[in-house]
């Protein structure tokens, strides 16, 4: 879990030696190198610039969110108020919803062509879902909890909680490969909710204002995108950060959290 704010770079091994001689210099350079440490790439450290706010449903206890065919697509979880639904976005509105039956707890929510597909917390099902109607058409099994899920156009990427993300199948729901999320080469637990833009899987870390971008390949945290500022524009009655959507088309990004009045659209960094 992410901590305290940090410095604008990190990762960076900083070396400081008192030299007293010039000899020393190549003896503290060497120590130097030799004590980086392997995973020193810099993590870039920006903060959510707010674009546009719109209105959420503060009701809605927000497990996954995803952006399609001009809508918003939402899973609210708790037990007999999880459902999945359409929300248009300009005033928050509740266009079309499918509730779950008060045993599931709804979880993560990613789209893959014509369909929806909504995790569960812990019942090990995943629900699939028509697109367009909301209509629940099939039900996938899985091992484990269910917390955040992505689509990268090839396969289904899920979080369970842990430091480790699984690449899944979509039609079997059959996991591929597992990555393990790591911050200058330290396990990341708890990832959340999940989004894949440009190439990059960013995702909500629970307790935590920060969003982390993570490289699918490694599975180094690359970058941190903080947002605690904006909780000085919500009640205290907000939960945690706990939403991410792409709009790709537009190049739109939104973020929201469980019981959230509003729904933000930042700037994506790096854009400009
Ligand atoms: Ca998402």
């Not at 917390?121 to 955040?148: I, M, P, Q």
């Not at 960013?202 to 307790?207: E, H, I």
Request: glycine share 10%; with cysteine; proline share 4%.
């Amino acid at each position: 879990m992410i901590g305290p704010p940090m410095p604008r770079t990190s990762g960076l091994a900083l070396c400081s030696i008192d030299l007293s001689g010039a000899l020393l210099i190549v003896a503290a350079a060497l120590a130097c190198t030799g004590s980086a440490p392997a995973a020193g790439a810099s993590i870039s450290v920006t903060q959510a610039h707010v674009v546009a706010r719109y209105p959420h449903d503060a009701r809605a206890f927000t497990q996954g969110l995803l952006y399609a065919a001009g809508a918003l697509y939402e899973s609210t979880g708790l037990y007999g108020q999880s459902s999945l639904r359409r929300v248009t976005l300009t005033d928050g509105g509740i266009e079309a919803q499918s509730r779950l039956p008060r045993r599931y707890f709804g979880e993560g929510l990613a789209r893959v062509g014509a369909r929806l597909i909504q995790l569960t917390w812990k019942s090990g099902v995943a629900f699939v879902y028509d697109l367009a109607t909301l209509e629940r058409v099939r039900t996938l099994h899985y091992n484990g909890e269910g917390w955040g899920l992505a689509w990268n156009g090839r396969q289904l990427i899920m979080s369970d909680g842990s430091d480790t993300l699984r690449f899944i199948a979509a039609d079997t729901f059959r996991t591929q490969r597992r990555l393990q999320v790591t911050r200058s080469g330290q396990p990341v637990e708890n990832i959340n909710e999940l989004e894949y833009i440009n190439g990059e899987i960013w995702a909500n870390v629970r307790y935590s204002d920060n969003i982390i971008r993570i490289d699918p390949g490694s599975g180094a945290v690359t970058g941190i995108v903080e947002t605690g500022h904006l909780r000085r524009q919500l009640p205290a009655s907000a939960g945690v950060l706990n939403g991410i959507a792409w709009d790709m088309d537009n190049k739109r990004l939104f973020i929201t959290g469980k019981n959230w009045p509003a729904l933000f659209q930042i700037h994506l960094p790096d854009a400009e």
